[in-house]
């Protein structure tokens, strides 16, 4: 079956300007990750979305990040005025939410590459 | 909050041996522990988990074990191959926000 996917694959933008970047999760998935991951380093944390509840956002590195999720499916990570630092790829991931169970396999997706020049 | 440290970095291998990765964690509320593995270019992907009522678990050549006094959880990989290399990230979550590790890049020699 089809799995989690993003788009674009890579982007390349000039500081300042904003981004859009879209995941498509795994039909039925109920959960919804942003992590950044940058050069080496390990996934950060940016907002989970479940089901109809209002969004952890705790992982936000700042007021210009913000995300939605339409109609509990696709989500847009956006970036606003952006800066060098936020070159990285960005992973989404989705799971199936068991009721009574705390355990989730996240689904990752291929990742955007952000270029920020 | 959870904070999760992976060792090594890095790690070379050749072909045949054994690889172990370790990581441990802060918060003892975390109770899932899952293990993903990225190639270049792809997003990570779950290659095995284990639960805290859970010692250890293999899965073929893949083994984790969990120490949860201790608070440590560790990958072993036997009888490597070219194609186990990759990047391996450790994570640990209490309730559905998984908290990753940094991260170990396993090199496997011919």
């Known amino acids: 079956g089809a799995g989690v996917s993003q788009s674009p694959s890579n982007k390349v933008t000039e500081k300042g300007k904003d981004v859009e970047l879209r995941c498509d999760p795994i039909s039925g998935h109920t959960a919804l990750y942003w992590y950044r991951q940058s050069l080496g380093q390990g996934l950060e944390f940016l907002i989970y979305f479940q089901g109809n509840s209002a969004p952890d956002k705790s992982g936000l590195p700042s007021d210009r990040f913000s995300a939605e999720r339409t109609g509990g499916s696709v989500s847009t990570l956006t970036i606003q005025r952006t800066q060098q630092e936020d070159s990285a790829v960005y992973l989404c991931?989705?799971?199936?939410?068991?009721?009574?169970?705390?355990?989730?396999?996240?689904?990752f997706g291929p990742g955007t590459r952000l270029t920020v020049l | 909050g959870e904070n999760v440290e992976q060792h090594p970095s890095t790690l070379s291998v050749q072909e045949g041996d054994s690889a172990v990765i370790k990581c441990t964690y802060s918060d003892s509320a975390s109770n899932y522990f899952p293990w993903y593995k990225q190639e270049l270019g792809k997003g990570p992907q779950l290659i095995i988990d284990i639960r805290s009522n859970v010692g250890e678990k293999k899965d073929q050549r893949i083994a984790v074990t969990l120490n949860k006094t201790a608070k440590h959880f560790s990958l072993h990989i036997t009888e490597t191959q070219p194609e186990d290399s990759a990047v391996y990230f450790c994570?640990?979550?209490?309730?559905?926000?998984?908290?990753f590790g940094t991260g170990t890049r396993l090199l496997v020699s011919p």
């Open positions: 994570a640990a979550t209490g309730f559905q926000k998984l908290v």
């Open positions: 991931a989705s799971s199936l939410r068991v009721a009574g169970s705390s355990y989730n396999e996240q689904f």
